[in-house]
Each structure stands twice: as structure tokens, then as C-alpha cells.
């Protein structure tokens, strides 16, 4: 692809939102952060991904190659790690299997607060710790932590480098055939 083509692609991204990602007023601003158009769209890992027009009108999708996945606070990671576990590992297993990318975006949180047990659950902060650092080590998980009001431009920004990654190193070639 061209300078100019991988141009037009990334002004034609959309943020791919999944479908049970609760609409509250904490999310219209996160979308309203993300200054491009999004989609509504069952997701069947993570909460966000993102699409592309390519050149010749194919859409080019991400969402089973990176996704993000939002956690409003540590405490919300907490229960993934307890009495959600078994599900949060099916879907991470899923998107492994796919070779997948994830994030795990936990806002109102900060490696500080997580190994100082800042947090309401009774997780000890030594697990939490563990749990985090082992889904780094299996899935290759990549943990950011943002204040609520950073979390719609940090979505943005992680998957437009991470289409722009794509779409530069010619990995979309084939489908321009």
C-alpha cells in the first residue's frame, strides 16, 4: 500500500464497540473522545476493536487479531480473577486460539494502587499481582492502566498504531489481490 492509501484507511477506521458494553454517561464520552465513527457490534472477545475500508471497498477488520478490553477499577479486575474467572479465561482462550492481540485497559487504577491493595475487594494484593503478570506471561496481554477521562483517546490511539502497524507492514497485500 501507498503513504496515501494507508492515509485513507486510517481516516476510514471505525471503533468496533461491543454490544454489551453498558451505555451510561461515562460511555457516550468515551466514544465522543474517540473523534471517529464507531459501530455497535457483538465482539466475541474484548469490548473494542476496530475496522477499516481498504482501497478496493473490502473492510478490513481487527476484531479477532486485537481487541481492548475496559475495566472500570480494580475491583471490577477482582472479580474477573474470582467468580468470574472461569469465564474471563474462556475468553481469553478464544482469542489466543486465534492468535490474537489483548489489551486490558483498568481505569481509576495504577500498578501503585493495585500492589498497595488500594482497592475495596478482599483479593490480596500479591494475587491480583499474579493473576495480572500470569495473563501477561499466557496471553501476551498488554496491561494500561488511565484515569476515566484518558480511557476513550487511549482506545483510539492503541488501535489506530495498531491498524497503521498492519496496514504498513503488508499484511492487508493479499487482500488487495
Known amino acids: 500500500m501507498t503513504p496515501f492509501e494507508v492515509r485513507d484507511c486510517l481516516e476510514s477506521l471505525t471503533v468496533l464497540v461491543d454490544t454489551r458494553e453498558q451505555e451510561t454517561a461515562a460511555f457516550h464520552k468515551r466514544l465522543k473522545a474517540m ?6 457490534k457483538k465482539l466475541d472477545s474484548g469490548d473494542y476493536s476496530c475496522e477499516c475500508t481498504l482501497p478496493n471497498g473490502i473492510v478490513y477488520s481487527l476484531a479477532d487479531k486485537v481487541v481492548i478490553e475496559r475495566k472500570m477499577s480494580a475491583d471490577e479486575i477482582c472479580t474477573n ?3 468470574g474467572r472461569k469465564r474471563f479465561v ?3 482462550d478464544r482469542l489466543k486460539s486465534t492468535g490474537g492481540k489483548p489489551y486490558l485497559l ?3 487504577a495504577s500498578w501503585e494502587d493495585i500492589f498497595a491493595g488500594n482497592y475495596r475487594s478482599q483479593l490480596n494484593p500479591m494475587a491480583l499481582v499474579a493473576s495480572l503478570k500470569a495473563w501477561e506471561a499466557r496471553y501476551g496481554t498488554h496491561i494500561l492502566f488511565c484515569t476515566p477521562r484518558l480511557t476513550g483517546q487511549l482506545i483510539y490511539k492503541t488501535l489506530y498504531y495498531e491498524l497503521k502497524e ?3 507492514s503488508g499484511v492487508v497485500d493479499e487482500l488487495l489481490q
Request: charged share 45%; glycine share 0%.
Open 106 to 108: 483498568i481505569e481509576n
Open 35 to 40: 473523534q471517529c465513527s464507531y459501530k455497535r
Open 166 to 168: 498492519r496496514l504498513e
Open 81 to 83: 480473577f474470582t467468580r
Open 90 to 92: 474462556r475468553e481469553f
